[in-house]
């Protein structure tokens, strides 16, 4: 772990200094006079930072954000899952334990023993080829969808994704102007005859688990055939896996990577659904031919994942708390999907379709056609009640009539009242369409 090659240690000098050894720092005692002549500074936008825009749903979110609205907009974990206690008393262990190599830069690849912990976990979900040696600590798996845009996308290149999908993942991949292609599917997933047109992509996005957003969960055969034609095709796979632990009926089948060949498939997972995301905790399982390169764009991003953080993860999750700790997860997401199902059941049986999640966070709402969800967002919020348009997770046009509905952070009376409000707004605007 402290192998000096792999140490991220950042350019000597650091920052530019702003003051002098021994002096008051410049700008504290007195104000600098701005310069008279005339300013022609311009700042140029690359092009890549045009193709940047703000997540369409953090926007929303700030719209439903008012006092007495119930929301059932958020994508966050409920805050009561935190293990606060065990992650105060791990913190305290590791400043007790090992506070010099705690708060110091370190390797990029992440933290030894959580690369082994990772690794281990996803060899017991099948994926025989997990190795500590391919794992890449990420800050969020976010971070892991980032390097890959960086690493694996040109501008121009295709890459292939289910529709609707992770909004995230469009918005990590859009800097890097890839011509993103939908692959059709049907409830039960992409389609496998669809690699076919999907030959060339640099890879395909996929979310077999409880998807953000559809809740779809891919089943074991479809698992075998997606695999099956993206190696006839020759379409690596990156799988995205951030739900999987969060299943309520029975576990979903075994990943893609655990079905692929070592090199067809990158694997992406984190903690922050099963302790807590603003630990920013991820992690990539690579292919050999990958790794380095993924390494290479993680060090000039932010030369590693906080090293406090990885310590006081592994030193939580090591002796097995995750396995008390996730049914307990489990058990409250249940309560609250089950009160999301019936109240939908109540309220909404004639007027919307959904499929009752089985995991994850999310129902998904496809209205009567005709219906636009961004139109009638303002009218629901106005009635006490927020969701998410379905539109911005779809890469292409469509989705106009969907919606998303959280149902972790809100109790079974909210989601009852929310419910009902819904039901309301689009009663409404089904009597002002017909
Ligand atoms: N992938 C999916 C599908 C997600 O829903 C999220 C978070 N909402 C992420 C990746 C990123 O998660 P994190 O960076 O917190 O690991």
Same mark, same amino acid.
Request: charge should be neutral.
């Given at each position: ?210 998807? #953000? *957003?559809? &809740?779809?969960?891919?089943? !074991? @055969?479809?698992?075998? +055939?997606?695999? %099956? =034609?993206? /190696? ?8 995205? #896996? *951030?739900? &999987?632990?969060?299943?309520? !009926? @029975?576990?979903?089948? +075994?990943?893609? %990577? =655990?079905? /692929? ?24 399982? %690579?292919?050999? /031919? ?24 592994? %030193? ?119």
């Amino acid at each position: 772990m402290n192998d000096p090659a792999t140490l991220a240690a950042p350019d000597a000098a650091g920052p530019v200094a702003s003051h002098k050894p021994g002096g008051v720092p410049s700008g504290h005692s007195t104000r600098p006079k701005r310069s008279k002549v005339n300013d022609m500074t311009t700042w140029t936008l690359a092009q890549r930072a045009q193709r940047m825009n703000p997540s369409v749903i953090r926007e929303i979110l700030k719209l439903t954000e008012q006092p007495g609205v119930i929301s059932l907009a958020g994508g966050l974990p409920s805050p009561d899952t935190f293990p606060v206690e065990v992650l105060r008393e791990a913190s305290a262990r590791v400043l007790r334990d090992s506070p010099r190599e705690a708060l110091q830069y370190a390797a990029s690849e992440g933290f030894g023993p959580l690369r082994e912990w990772v690794a281990q976990q996803l060899k017991s979900q099948g994926i025989a080829h997990a190795d500590a040696q391919r794992v890449l600590i990420t800050t969020g798996s976010q971070q892991g969808l980032d390097l890959v845009g960086k690493v694996m996308i040109d501008a121009g290149s295709r890459v292939a994704v289910e529709s609707p999908t992770y909004l995230g993942a469009l918005q990590a991949f859009a800097p890097y102007e890839p011509a993103v292609e939908e692959l059709p599917g049907d409830d039960d997933g992409p389609r496998p005859e669809s690699f076919a047109k999907a030959r060339g992509a640099r890879f395909a996005y996929l979310l077999p688990n409880f998807q #953000n *957003p559809s &809740g779809r969960c891919l089943s !074991d @055969a479809r698992r075998d +055939a997606i695999v %099956a =034609a993206a /190696a006839e095709h020759g379409v690596p796979l990156v799988e995205d #896996n *951030p739900y &999987g632990e969060l299943w309520y !009926d @029975a576990p979903p089948p +075994a990943p893609l %990577a =655990a079905r /692929a060949s070592a090199d067809a498939c990158v694997y992406l997972g984190s903690f922050s659904k099963v302790l807590a995301p603003g630990l920013r905790l991820g992690f990539v399982l %690579a292919p050999q /031919a990958l790794y380095a390169k993924l390494l290479q764009a993680k060090q000039a991003a932010d030369l590693h994942t906080p090293a406090f953080n990885q310590r006081i993860v592994h %030193a939580v999750i090591e002796n097995g708390f995750l396995e008390q700790h996730i049914p307990t997860i489990r058990a409250r997401y249940k309560t609250q999907r089950d009160a999301m199902q019936a109240s939908l059941t109540k309220h909404l049986g004639g007027l919307a379709k959904w499929s009752q999640p089985r995991g994850g966070m999310f129902f998904w709402l496809e209205l009567p056609a005709g219906i636009d969800a961004m139109a009638l967002l303002p009218e629901a919020v106005a009635r006490g009640v927020a969701f998410v348009p379905g539109a911005p997770f779809f890469p292409g046009a469509g989705g106009a009539n969907t919606l998303r509905l959280s149902f972790v952070t809100v109790s079974p009376e909210q989601i009852e009242t929310g419910i009902a409000a819904l039901a309301q707004t689009l009663a409404e605007a089904e009597k002002r369409a017909a």
